[in-house]
């Protein structure tokens, strides 16, 4: 079975929802990332809380000209984001992120700590890989049919 748990980034970029929109947008683009997991913090680890999108920064804050001191990523990111479980079927979540769409989905493990997150750019890249393994299974068999004919 194809889990999301083998597919998803396990580096996740993180922060606290007391952060600043400064903060999240160095860290943006230190990392080359257009989202940041905004997490709670307990004794096992951390879950996820919310999520911020470089979209949201711009459609929020910037287009709406609001002072970037005057507030923190906990006023502008999405709470209680959509989550997926690493042993999740990674086409049934595919599908999820389609009826929501949403572009980013933290994964997490049994007791809902974070443990990644599963993004477009990931799934084009299983696409990807999967479309060159059936256009060389067809070269393949194209090749093995050119050698029966010659024969």
């Known amino acids: 079975m194809m889990n999301v748990g083998n597919y998803c980034t396990r580096d996740v970029i993180i922060t606290d929802a ?3 929109i400064l903060e999240v947008t160095r860290l943006m683009r230190k990392h080359h990332v257009g989202s ?9 680890g951390v879950s996820p809380a919310g999520i911020i999108t470089d ?6 804050v910037l287009a709406k000209d609001v002072p970037l001191d005057s507030i923190t990523v906990e006023d502008v990111m999405s709470r209680s984001p959509v989550t997926a479980r690493e ?20 994964v997490v493990n049994s007791p809902g700590l974070l443990v990644g997150i599963l993004t477009t750019d990931d799934l084009l890249e299983i696409i990807y890989e999967e479309v060159g393994n059936i256009v060389s299974l067809i070269s393949h068999e194209q090749k093995k049919e050119l050698k029966k004919l010659v024969s």
């Not at 940041?36 to 096992?44: A, G, T």
């Not at 979209?55 to 929020?60: A, F, L, S």
């Not at 042993?87 to 933290?106: C, H, S, V, W, Y």
């Open 18 to 20: 007391d952060s600043s």
């Open 55 to 60: 979209r949201d920064i711009v459609v929020e």
């Open 36 to 44: 940041v997991v905004i997490v709670s913090r307990n004794k096992d």
């Open 87 to 106: 042993d999740d079927d990674l086409f049934a979540t595919m599908e999820i992120m389609r009826q929501k769409g949403i572009r980013r989905i933290p």
